[in-house]
Structure formats: C-alpha cells, structure tokens
C-alpha cells in the first residue's frame, strides 16, 4: 500500500513557476521574446485605435496630423487650417515630413495609427533590455514589468486619443535611455536623434538623461550630453519654432502667469518660487502623479535617481497652464511614465537578491505588481473590458449617414465639420472645425460646404430655428437630413 502523501497544489505551482522561469532564461528568449510581445502588442493597440476611428469616438488632434501628412505628401506647406497654425510651430516635429511622403501611397489616417501604436508598443524591447542586461533582472521581473507596461492606462490611453507625436517617441526614448546606461554612446545619438524629431521638448528629457548619466559617474559624457539636450530645446523653442508661426513652449500662453517671453517667464518663477510650488503641488497634479505612480506599485520612489530623466519637464508640465488628467489621457503624464518603468526595474533590483548572475525577485511582489497594473488598466484605461472596446468600430445608422455626408461634399470643397467628423474630412487644403455655437456666420466662413453633427451640439430648438435662419441668409441651403448628420452647400457650388 503507498502510504506516500500527495503533492500539495501548491508545489506543483512552484513547479511549474520554476520550470518556465528556467526556460525564459534562455539566450533565444532573451533575443526574441521582447519582439514578438512588442509586435503582439502593436497588433492590439492598432486594431483598438482603428476601431475607435471606425466608430468616429475621435477629435481635432488626428484631423491635424492627418492634414499635415496630406499638405506634405501633396508638396504644400503644412500652414493647418485645423488648428490655424503651422505643423511645426508647435513642438517641432520634424518627423512628419517622412510619415507625410509616405502618405503618398499609404492611407494617411492608418498609418499615424500605426505609426503611434509601433512608438508605443515597441517601447517594451528596450525595456526588457534594461530590466535584463542593466538592472540584471531575471526574466520573471522583466516578464511582470513588460505586463504592467502593456496594461498602463497612461499608454493604451494615449494610443486611443486621436494622434500625438510625442507618443512615437517612447520607443526611441527608450532605446536611447538603454544605450546611455550602456555607455553606447553612438547609438545613444542615434536614438535621441529619433526621439528630437517627435517633439523639440524631449530635448529637456534628454538633458536629463545625461544628468544621470552624470550622477552614475560618466562626467564628460553626462555633461556634453545635458548641453546636447539642452540646446535643442532652446534652439527649437527660441529660433526655430517661431519661424512657423505663434508658439509658446509646451502650449501658446501656457506659462502666461509667469510672464510673457522666455525671459520674463524665467524671472517670474524666480521672484515667485511660492506660486512655482503651489501650481506643482495643485489637485490635479497630485492626482496625476499619483495615478502614473499607482499602477507599479510606487516602485519608482525606491530608485528615484532614474525618474531624473523626467523630472524637468514633468515640472514644467505641471506649473503649465495646461489640462492634465491623473488617468493619463493625454502626453503631459508621458516623460514621467516611460521612466517611472525605468526607475521601477532598479527598484526590483534592490528589492531582490544576487542568484548566480542575475537578481531573483520574491515572485509574490512580482504577483502583486502584475494584479495591480491589470486592476488599475480596468479601471482607467478607456480600453477597460468594463468600456466594452469589442463593440467598437461597429458603425450604426449614424455613422453611416456621417459616412454619406463626407461623400457628398467631394475631396477639395472646403468644409467645416463637427470634431467628431473631421478627420473624414481632413486630408484637402482647407477644412475647419465647426463649434458649439449655432452661429451661421462662424459656421459658414471660408466654405462652401458645412457638415453637422447633431450629437456633437445641445441646442434649443429656437437655437435650430435661428441656425437656419442665418444659413439661408448666407445662401446655404441644407441638401441632406439623415440620422441626426446635417449637409449645408452653399448655392454657388
């Protein structure tokens, strides 16, 4: 008779842990396995940002960029009737210019998606990296760290919110935070050269970077690379972005508070260091912080020095005059995010212990990191499974009229159109947003051909009746009616 006990559940568990954690610490895992989750992840956050566009849930950001690929692709200057000023006025990104020659034979609007969606996704290969060959990790804390950036609600929200440039750069921020900590300096230039082109004020992030590079004993590198960074923002901000038009640093008018030009902003902070730390350490930036920190457990604070990188504009972002969200939404949260990871693989680092070459992590933080990040995706990301993201892209009656109504108004009228129905419209030399106002004067300048969403407004019915009024007074008259989308052409074509 076996009198034998039977193995517990929980050693088979162990087991099994164990057995798979063996096979991850392979070369070819570590070669490969960070691309292939990297292209998963592109796969999914692309076909989630596709779907929302299907559905129209999109603004004035993606109509933006999508006129500013076409203006190029099509020999113009970028000078966006979308947002009345130039594509590079603001933030500079230079690296437009080959997405919109590329647009040449690609559909705009699915390649930015693409574009961000790979920026995005792809940040998580240089972050294994790091967590592997810098922070010497084993592969089941680089696997945990991987599954809380893919869950970020900072990064799957901003890849569903319209376009943004700076997005595209997480991954060469990335890679060229890896290759600094490297010492690889070539490739270091490489990849803060691909960063730069998406937005002139990374150059501060890169600033920072070499201040860290400074503090882990590199001097002259650290140092010719803080001037590096820094000199690009300044040139970009000062010199360069000007010449396309009203700009301001971050957003026109964002540091009003302070004073009116670089100088006089620089010299009100210093007078004021009080208003300084009383609008860092306002409610909503509180909230923000707090909201990026979160989800890794508050791991960063346990290695701040890595945060560095982010730590300068960051602060700008928050003494700005800008709308920041703690659920991430938008870029503001983006800097301390991407080095938040950073910061939070040398905090695992030190939380675990020397196992022949490489750092073994108490699986239970890392069960708790991976449960928390998951927890704080279904309750902020607007991808959450509780926002039902399967029933998206599947077009009702409504869509398909806004669909119709774009038909109608040909490829080069010049159109003004609800936000929601921009980017259907934007890729000719002149198309507008259309406001909340029932204004006909405003909503009829410089068209010929006006598209309004009845969702997108809350109008009284007298607010209807003297829209129409002043329409027809302007010589418009409306030419379709269909599930709530309104197609106004003027009578003289």
């Not at 933080?365 to 998951?374: D, G, P, Q, Y």
């Not at 109504?405 to 929601?420: F, K, L, Q, Y």
């Amino acid at each position: 008779m076996n009198t034998r006990p039977r193995r517990h559940w929980t050693r088979r568990v162990e087991s099994q842990w164990l057995r798979w954690s063996a096979r991850l610490e392979s070369e070819w895992t570590d070669q490969w396995f960070p691309w292939i989750a990297a292209t998963v992840l592109f796969f999914l956050y692309f076909t989630l940002a596709e779907a929302r566009v299907r559905s129209l849930d999109v603004g004035t950001d993606l109509a933006a960029a999508a006129q500013g690929a076409w203006l190029i692709a099509h020999g113009h200057a970028p000078d966006l009737t979308v947002t009345g000023s130039n594509l590079l006025a603001q933030h500079l990104p230079i690296g437009m210019y080959p997405i919109g020659w590329l647009t040449r034979v690609l559909p705009t609007i699915p390649t930015l998606l693409a574009l961000q969606a790979a920026g995005l996704a792809y940040g998580i290969v240089p972050l294994w990296r790091i967590a592997r060959r810098v922070a010497d990790l084993r592969s089941g804390a680089a696997l945990a760290l991987i599954v809380a950036y893919g869950a970020s609600p900072t990064i799957n929200n901003l890849n569903l919110q319209d376009f943004h440039p700076s997005a595209v750069a997480v991954a060469p921020l990335l890679a060229a935070t890896y290759t600094a900590l490297r010492k690889q300096w070539g490739y270091f230039f490489l990849w803060s050269l691909a960063t730069l082109i998406w937005s002139a004020e990374l150059g501060l992030v890169i600033a920072g970077i070499g201040l860290l590079v400074f503090i882990l004993g590199d001097r002259l590198p650290g140092a010719l690379i803080i001037i590096f960074g820094l000199a690009w923002a300044i040139v970009a901000v000062l010199v360069l972005e000007p010449r396309f038009g009203s700009t301001g640093f971050i957003a026109p008018g964002a540091f009003h508070a302070y004073g009116s030009n670089a100088f006089s902003i620089a010299g009100g902070m210093l007078i004021h260091p009080n208003r300084v730390l009383g609008d860092l350490l306002d409610e909503d930036n509180v909230r923000l912080i707090i909201g990026l920190l979160a989800p890794l457990l508050f791991l960063p604070v346990l290695a701040p020095k890595y945060l560095i990188p982010a730590m300068g504009l960051t602060a700008l972002f928050l003494v700005a005059d800008v709308n920041v969200r703690g659920n991430g939404t938008n870029e503001f949260g983006l800097p301390l995010t991407v080095f938040a990871f950073v910061a939070a693989a040398f905090a695992l680092n030190r939380m675990g212990r020397l196992s022949i070459d490489k750092v073994l992590v108490d699986r239970r933080v890392l069960i708790a990191l991976s449960v928390a990040a998951i927890g704080f995706f279904c309750i902020d990301a607007v991808n959450s499974p509780y926002q039902r993201p399967w029933r998206w892209g599947r077009e009702d009656a409504s869509d398909d009229a806004r669909h119709d109504a774009v038909e109608m108004v040909g490829d080069t009228a010049p159109v003004r159109a609800s936000p929601n129905v921009l980017p259907l419209v934007a890729e000719r030399r002149a198309v507008y947003s259309l406001g909340d106002q029932p204004d006909a004067r405003l909503a009829t300048q410089q068209v010929t051909r006006v598209i309004l969403d009845e969702a997108e407004v809350h109008w009284t019915e007298a607010d209807w009746h003297e829209f129409g009024a002043g329409m027809a007074t302007r010589q418009f008259v409306l030419v379709s009616d269909a599930n709530g989308v309104r197609v106004y052409k003027h009578l003289s074509g």
